[in-house]
């Protein structure tokens, strides 16, 4: 049974910092392309970040030099190391497993970026 289970959201203030971790479990890392989407309130849920192979990263230009994805295959998580947190990175944070015909998704987990 795949599971995917976020964590590391919460309250931050512009220009700070939060890891977000997917623990997964069921799958293969390098089977899939995983990945970070967020969804904030009223929008449609956009692709944040994903990486292949442990190492092919894509990230949207939005997050580009603040965001980092990384995997620990040790730990069976998925990272996102996210800096200079700007308000409209308000969202909720989901992680995703992909592959043909097959699509996993976490819970999500909040991150609220305001003063």
């Known amino acids: 049974q795949v599971q995917l289970v976020e964590s590391g959201g919460g309250l931050v203030q512009p220009g700070g910092s939060l890891r977000l971790s997917c623990l997964a479990s069921?799958?293969?890392?390098?089977?899939?392309?995983m990945a970070w989407y967020r969804q904030a309130p009223g929008r449609q849920r956009e692709l944040v970040a994903s990486?292949?192979?442990?190492?092919?990263?894509n990230y949207v230009d939005s997050v580009k030099g603040r965001f980092t994805i990384s995997l620990d295959n040790a730990k069976n998580t998925m990272v996102l190391q996210m800096s200079s947190l700007k308000p409209e990175d308000t969202a909720v944070y989901y992680c995703?497993?992909?592959?043909?015909?097959?699509?996993?998704w976490g819970q999500g987990t909040q991150v609220t970026v305001s003063s």
């Open positions: 995703n497993a992909g592959r043909v015909n097959l699509d996993y």
């Open positions: 069921g799958i293969a890392f390098r089977a899939y392309l």
């Open positions: 990486i292949r192979s442990g190492t092919f990263t």
